[in-house]
Structures are given as structure tokens and as C-alpha cells.
């Protein structure tokens, strides 16, 4: 194969999407590798650290999402139009990963109606009220036309934009409170190219 | 200025590479006692935090990603920061899982030391080391864990290891190029330099 790039992810949008719409915006082909978990089971040891995603570029593999996001972002302009922006963009990629990790377990939990309301009210609305203030003020300040940082797409765009996807249609109305992140995540979605991704790409739970 | 506790921790790498790039920087060490006080006023509510044009930014690793990138420690193309930064996150996964039994050991917690060897400390270190290993061993055994050069991942994982060497003698022998590139890297001359003459500190 001529494709200089291959991602190797399973057949979810999960933590290898942000790759897929970065390679789509740029306009960059490469590989889509979803793969099953038989063939998971037989490549997991030859990985660089026994998860996926794995980006191969030029046959050369790299691991982990953020670092696979912040390359391919640089390679194709969607990393902050400055060092002091992509700055901006990878603390708020952390913050923004850091209640992700809290907010998990509320997130397509599978149980009884009362475990749900006590995820909500001890995991979930916690987790949500320390870091949208946070992420509403880097906006203010950071961001502009549109945008969490800077004034142009940039990676952490599209994460927290996939996220807050997936959080609406599990809860919708959750970010009422928060406005300003609202209206960023409708401007992020309603970029033309990424639009055009959106509705072709396969369709999956999450 | 770099603000963060009177410690190594999360801050240390930061004062590095200020160090090894020998530009000036404003350390300000907050006391543990002055802590509570301080994190009720700031935005983020966390340390460190370095200042770049007046504003505060936290989040070690995206600061030692931006002071790298600025003084020259991120690696020789992008394909290799992009490893510096995989070999970090994957760190940072294992950190996560073993710092409960270090905070004991700085005396931040209580806790059955034994207990949480067991438990905690040896499961995350068989789970990342042999992996660690493998790269540093990958890269030619030359003293770097990405590359050729010093990049800010060597600095974050020799700190490490070296606290671990510190309150778990042993702990690492079964991965001795691991163990080697460490001690390649604390002898760089102006590492060496920092380490001899940094304030003392448990953590």
C-alpha cells in the first residue's frame, strides 16, 4: 500500500476519533484500521505498550492518544498557532482528560435507576461543576470565533466536541449551565469539513 | 516563575530544564502550611504552575513540553517528541497507580507499606517497566530513553527513579538498562550540577 499513514483502532469512535478527523480535515487518506478483538489478541504484544490506538507512519509505530493527536495536529496545522497556544491546547487537553477519567464511571453505566441518580449526584454533576467553569474561562480568555483556544480549529477542539457529543445524548440538558461551552461545541460541529465526517463515517455507539 | 511546593514533585522537571538551559527563573516555593490559603485563590486550584506574559498555566506536562520545546529538550525530529511524549503519558498511567504507597513513604498518607508493595507497587511496576525497558534497550542502551539527545521524559523518569531507589532499594533490578540510563543521565554535567545544589526535600 502507498498510504503513508495506517491507525489502528477498534471499530469505535473512542479514543481514536480525533485521529480519524484530523486525517479527514487535512484532506490526508490513510488507513482506517478497525480491528476485532481475535485479531486484537494476536497484535496487543506486538504494540509499544499493549493498547491501541497505534498510529504507523512510514511503518513506524506510536501509541498513546495524546501523543498520536498532538503529532498528527502539528503535522497538519491543528495544533495553536503558537507555541504559547498549543500550550493553552495541551493544558486544557489535560484538564479536559482529567474529568473525563472522573466522569467514566457515570458514562453508559449499566444499572439499576437509583445507582444511576447516585452516579449523577456523587460522580457526574461533581466532576462536570469543577472543570466547565474552568474550560468556560480558558474560552473567554484563550479562545475565539468559535474556538477553546486560539482562533483557528485545533485538536482539543475536536475532543471535547466528540465528548460533549456523547455526554448530551446520554444527558441531555447537562451543560445548560454553561452556555459558552455550548455554543463553541455547536461552531466546532458545524465546521463544514468536519460536518462532511460526521455523516459519513460509520456508525457507532460510541 | 515557576510556583509550586518547597519539594521536587511535579515541579522538578521544570527547574531543570530552567537549569540546564541556564535561563533564569523566579522559584517560588510555596510552604506547605501557606498551601491552603493559596489554592482557594488560584484558578486552577493546583500546582505547579508556571507563568508565561502574566498568566498562571498548570499542568506539569504541558509546561514541560512548552519549556522543552523553547530551550531545545524535545527531541530531534517530530516523530520522536511524539514518543517523549507517549513514554510520558504512559508513565504518567503507572505514576498514578503506584502513588499511593509514595505518599506514604513522603508521610502524605498513612497507609500498610508492606501491604501496598505488595498490592500496588509491584503489580504497576511489572505491568511498565518490563516495557521501559524494552525502549531503553530499542534505543541502543545510549543513555537516552527517546533519541540521542536529553529530552524531558529522560529528566521526568530519572527523578522517578531515583525517589524509588531511595525508599525501595531493589526495587528495580530486573531492569538493569533502565537502571543504567538513569544513572547516565543524573551524571550529565549540569544535571549533576542542580542535583548537588537544589534545597533537600522528602518528595
Given at each position: 500500500?502507498?498510504?503513508?499513514?495506517?491507525?489502528?483502532?477498534?471499530?469505535?469512535?473512542g479514543?481514536?476519533?480525533?485521529?480519524?478527523?484530523?486525517?479527514?480535515?487535512?484532506?490526508v487518506?490513510?488507513?482506517?484500521d478497525?480491528?476485532?478483538?481475535?485479531?486484537?489478541?494476536?497484535?496487543?504484544?506486538?504494540?509499544?505498550?499493549?493498547?491501541?490506538?497505534?498510529?504507523?507512519?512510514?511503518?513506524?509505530?506510536?501509541?498513546?492518544?495524546?501523543?498520536?493527536?498532538?503529532?498528527?495536529?502539528?503535522?497538519?496545522?491543528?495544533?495553536?498557532?503558537?507555541?504559547?497556544?498549543?500550550?493553552?491546547?495541551?493544558?486544557?487537553?489535560?484538564?479536559?482528560?482529567?474529568?473525563?477519567?472522573?466522569?467514566?464511571?457515570?458514562?453508559?453505566?449499566?444499572?439499576?435507576?437509583?445507582?444511576?441518580?447516585?452516579?449523577?449526584?456523587?460522580?457526574?454533576?461533581?466532576?462536570?461543576?469543577?472543570?466547565?467553569?474552568?474550560?468556560?474561562?480558558?474560552?473567554?480568555?484563550?479562545?475565539?470565533?468559535?474556538?477553546?483556544?486560539?482562533?483557528?480549529?485545533?485538536?482539543?477542539?475536536?475532543?471535547?466536541?466528540?465528548?460533549?457529543?456523547?455526554?448530551?445524548?446520554?444527558?441531555?440538558?447537562?451543560?445548560?449551565?454553561?452556555?459558552?461551552?455550548?455554543?463553541?461545541?455547536?461552531?466546532?460541529?458545524?465546521?463544514?469539513?468536519?460536518?462532511?465526517?460526521?455523516?459519513?463515517?460509520?456508525?457507532?455507539?460510541? | 516563575?515557576?510556583?509550586?511546593?518547597?519539594?521536587?514533585?511535579?515541579?522538578?522537571?521544570?527547574?531543570?530544564?530552567?537549569?540546564?538551559?541556564?535561563?533564569?527563573?523566579?522559584?517560588?516555593?510555596?510552604?506547605?502550611?501557606?498551601?491552603?490559603?493559596?489554592?482557594?485563590?488560584?484558578?486552577?486550584?493546583?500546582?505547579?504552575l508556571?507563568?508565561?506574559?502574566?498568566?498562571?498555566?498548570?499542568?506539569?506536562?504541558?509546561?514541560?513540553?512548552?519549556?522543552?520545546?523553547?530551550?531545545?529538550?524535545?527531541?530531534?525530529?517530530?516523530?520522536?517528541?511524539?514518543?517523549?511524549?507517549?513514554?510520558?503519558?504512559?508513565?504518567?498511567?503507572y505514576?498514578?497507580?503506584?502513588?499511593?504507597?509514595?505518599?506514604?513513604?513522603?508521610?502524605?498518607?498513612?497507609?500498610?507499606?508492606?501491604?501496598?508493595?505488595?498490592?500496588?507497587?509491584?503489580?504497576?511496576?511489572?505491568?511498565?517497566?518490563?516495557?521501559?525497558?524494552?525502549?531503553a534497550?530499542?534505543?541502543?542502551?545510549?543513555?537516552?530513553?527517546?533519541?540521542?539527545?536529553?529530552?524531558?521524559?529522560?529528566?521526568?523518569?530519572?527523578?522517578?527513579?531515583?525517589?524509588l531507589?531511595?525508599?525501595?532499594?531493589?526495587?528495580?533490578?530486573?531492569?538493569?538498562?533502565?537502571?543504567?540510563?538513569?544513572?547516565?543521565?543524573?551524571?550529565?554535567?549540569?544535571l549533576?550540577?542542580?542535583?548537588?545544589?537544589?534545597?533537600?526535600?522528602?518528595f
Amino acid at each position: 500500500s502507498m498510504l503513508r499513514y495506517k491507525l489502528i483502532y477498534f471499530p469505535i469512535r473512542g479514543r481514536g476519533e480525533v485521529a480519524r478527523q484530523l486525517f479527514y480535515l487535512a484532506g490526508v487518506p490513510f488507513k482506517d484500521d478497525r480491528i476485532t478483538i481475535s485479531e486484537w489478541s494476536s497484535l496487543k504484544a506486538k504494540t509499544p505498550f499493549g493498547q491501541l490506538p497505534v498510529l504507523e507512519v512510514d511503518g513506524h509505530q506510536l501509541a498513546q492518544s495524546f501523543a498520536i493527536f498532538r503529532y498528527l495536529a502539528q503535522e497538519f496545522g491543528f495544533a495553536g498557532d503558537s507555541p504559547l497556544e498549543a500550550l493553552w491546547v495541551d493544558v486544557t487537553a489535560d484538564q479536559h482528560k482529567e474529568y473525563e477519567n472522573k466522569i467514566k464511571p457515570a458514562l453508559r453505566f449499566q444499572g439499576s435507576e437509583e445507582e444511576k441518580e447516585q452516579l449523577m449526584r456523587n460522580v457526574a454533576e461533581p466532576a462536570r461543576d469543577k472543570y466547565f467553569p474552568l474550560l468556560e474561562k480558558i474560552a473567554e480568555e484563550h479562545g475565539s470565533s468559535g474556538h477553546f483556544v486560539g482562533a483557528s480549529l485545533t485538536w482539543v477542539d475536536l475532543l471535547i466536541a466528540e465528548h460533549a457529543s456523547i455526554l448530551l445524548k446520554q444527558f441531555p440538558g447537562f451543560l445548560d449551565r454553561y452556555p459558552t461551552v455550548l455554543a463553541i461545541v455547536d461552531a466546532i460541529l458545524s465546521t463544514p469539513k468536519l460536518k462532511e465526517w460526521l455523516e459519513k463515517r460509520p456508525d457507532t455507539a460510541f | 516563575k515557576l510556583t509550586y511546593f518547597d519539594g521536587r514533585g511535579r515541579g522538578e522537571v521544570a527547574r531543570q530544564l530552567f537549569h540546564l538551559s541556564g535561563v533564569p527563573f523566579e522559584d517560588n516555593r510555596i510552604p506547605m502550611a501557606e498551601w491552603p490559603a493559596h489554592k482557594a485563590s488560584m484558578p486552577f486550584g493546583k500546582m505547579p504552575l508556571l507563568e508565561v506574559n502574566g498568566k498562571p498555566l498548570p499542568q506539569s506536562y504541558a509546561i514541560f513540553r512548552y519549556l522543552a520545546r523553547e530551550f531545545g529538550f524535545v527531541g530531534d525530529s517530530p516523530f520522536a517528541a511524539a514518543w517523549v511524549d507517549a513514554v510520558a503519558d504512559q508513565f504518567k498511567d503507572y505514576f498514578d497507580e503506584i502513588k499511593s504507597l509514595l505518599f506514604v513513604h513522603f508521610g502524605f498518607a498513612q497507609g500498610d507499606k508492606e501491604k501496598m508493595m505488595k498490592d500496588v507497587a509491584i503489580p504497576a511496576r511489572d505491568k511498565f517497566f518490563p516495557m521501559l525497558e524494552k525502549i531503553a534497550k530499542d534505543n541502543h542502551n545510549n543513555g537516552h530513553f527517546v533519541g540521542a539527545s536529553l529530552t524531558w521524559v529522560d529528566l521526568l523518569i530519572a527523578e522517578h527513579v531515583s525517589v524509588l531507589l531511595k525508599y525501595m532499594p531493589g526495587f528495580l533490578n530486573d531492569y538493569p538498562t533502565v537502571l543504567s540510563t538513569v544513572k547516565k543521565i543524573n551524571s550529565i554535567p549540569k544535571l549533576k550540577e542542580w542535583i548537588d545544589k537544589r534545597p533537600d526535600s522528602t518528595f
